[in-house]
């Protein structure tokens, strides 16, 4: 059974980006680059991403779509919002980190991711610790932040990080993330690498794939 096939088959049922399944269109930009790096620091926490996924939705109608926006909202908008979403565990804790993040990002960086991608200078290991100069954001929220973003950011290519190559091996497809990233053929890596997450989390995924991977492989012979 090829590669190819299997990475087909996950992304016919699985793909899209955590980011696209939040609303965000993706852009090299500093509003949708914002909302990535909150989508981080909400799917890092050990909750549901679905749970996490709302939450940015709900964030994001309470206005809360930029740094300036998140800052100056009272730290109970912040808990209302996060607590419409789901995030009711950490809403407390996250609103303050929130606040905390949108000051740093304006102070620092200008409210502008753009400008810590500068600073990193194309170094991708500097700006995975730069991400984790911000509050809530440790190593999974730098690698969630770094999955996503290379859908935007070339040099980031190719990022699949210790979930996705999990879910890699756990496909038959190897843990080379040159080759993944050719794998993804025209959907993009980020979306494999997302697909990769899904399965590494969930056993029915995997056994899906597979066995739509092997139906297709049947046919074609």
């Given amino acids: 059974m090829k590669q190819r096939t299997v990475v087909d088959a996950l992304l016919h049922s699985h793909g899209g980006t955590y980011a696209a399944d939040a609303g965000i269109r993706l852009r090299d930009t500093p509003q949708p680059l914002y909302q990535l790096l909150v989508l981080a620091l909400l ?16 964030l994001r109608d309470a206005g809360l779509r930029n740094p300036r926006r998140m800052l100056d909202a009272t730290w109970q908008q912040r808990v209302d919002a996060l607590g419409r979403g789901g995030y009711r565990r950490y809403d407390e804790s996250t609103s303050t980190r929130l606040a905390d993040g949108a000051e740093l990002l304006i102070r ?80 993009g890596p980020a979306t494999l690498a997302a697909a990769l997450v899904r399965a590494s989390l969930d056993d029915d995924i995997v056994e899906d794939s597979l066995r739509e991977a092997r139906q297709e492989a049947r046919s074609a012979a």
Avoid: C, K
């Fill in 43 to 58: 799917l890092s926490a050990p909750i549901r991403a679905g749970t996490a996924v709302a939450t940015l939705r709900a």
């Fill in 108 to 187: 620092r960086w200008h409210g502008d991711l753009r400008r810590m991608r500068a600073e990193a200078d194309g170094d991708v290991p500097v700006l995975r610790h730069l991400l984790q100069d911000m509050p809530g954001i440790g190593p999974v929220g730098a690698d969630i932040f770094l999955r996503e973003v290379q859908a935007v950011w070339p040099e980031v290519v190719p990022y699949f990080d210790i979930r996705a190559l999990h879910g890699a091996e756990r496909l038959g497809l190897g843990n080379d993330a040159t080759r993944l990233a050719r794998l993804a053929g025209d959907e």
